[in-house]
Nanobody
Framework: QVQPVESGGGLVQAGGSLRLSCVAS????????MGWFRQAPAKQREWVAQ???????NYADSVKGRFTISRDNAKNTVYLQMNSLKPEDTAVYYC???????????WGQGTQVTVSS
């Protein structure tokens, strides 16, 4: 069983930066994709960024150029570097680890990010 645990959230002013971390416990041998999602109050959870086993990355248009996803395989950790933060980035950020074909998905408990104007 894989269990992701997020950290790094907090309160930051608009224009500031935060780095989120997601550390995974358990065997990562079946994990092919690692992603970040977010959910703002009264809104549906939305995809933010993804990195797959080969290192390819993808981003939602709303964060492209401001956020960077990366991974450290030795530490079983995926990061989300968030720069030029905006109030609309305020949300609970979730890490998701997925097997090939997204047959199994493992979610973390989330970390709150609040951006003040």
């Amino acid at each position: 069983q894989v269990q992701p645990v997020e950290s790094g959230g907090g309160l930051v002013q608009a224009g500031g930066s935060l780095r989120l971390s997601c550390v995974a416990s358990g065997s990562m041998s079946s994990i092919n994709a690692m992603g970040w999602f977010r959910q703002a109050p009264a809104k549906q959870r939305e995809w933010v960024a993804q990195i797959i086993s080969g290192g390819s990355t993808n981003y939602a248009d709303s964060v492209k150029g401001r956020f960077t996803i990366s991974r450290d395989n030795a530490k079983n950790t995926v990061y989300l570097q968030m720069n030029s933060l905006k109030p609309e980035d305020t949300a609970v950020y979730y890490c998701r680890l997925s097997t090939t074909g997204f047959i199994k998905n493992y979610w973390g408990q989330g970390t709150q990010v609040t951006v003040s104007s």
